[in-house]
């Protein structure tokens, strides 16, 4: 595996909630910074969300207050907890380190939030 994998996205109705998750590259380490981002259509890939560890933990404007992003290193896999989850965050969701790497793009993974 030389990409991030995502997973756990799909369709929900407005205010409901989605868990992401994805398993990184065997390269990344427990020092490495590691993000969230989506692109919506027509629309760039935005961050949204990174951690380093526990602490050390940044959210965009647009998520705060709603997404939790969590990381377990034993597993190398980052989640993503999406809550009270509105039609704008409709968007493929992806992992990539902080500051990206353009190497390490994945498929990402669809969430709609659609009635």
């Known amino acids: 595996q030389v990409t991030f994998v995502e997973s756990g996205g799909g369709l929900v109705q407005p205010g409901g909630s989605l868990r992401l998750s994805c398993v990184a590259p065997?390269?990344?380490?427990?020092?490495?910074?590691v993000a969230w981002y989506r692109q919506a259509p027509g629309k760039e890939r935005d961050l949204i969300a990174h951690i380093l560890r526990g602490s050390n933990i940044y959210y965009a404007e647009t998520v705060k207050g709603r997404f939790t992003i969590s990381r377990d290193n034993a597993k190398n896999t980052t989640y993503l907890q999406m809550n009270s989850l509105k039609p704008e965050d409709t968007a493929v969701y992806y992992c990539?380190?902080?500051?990206?790497?353009?190497?390490?793009w994945g498929q990402g993974t669809q969430v709609t939030v659609s009635s």
């Open positions: 065997g390269s990344i380490r427990s020092t490495h910074i």
């Open positions: 990539n380190r902080f500051p990206w790497w353009n190497e390490y």
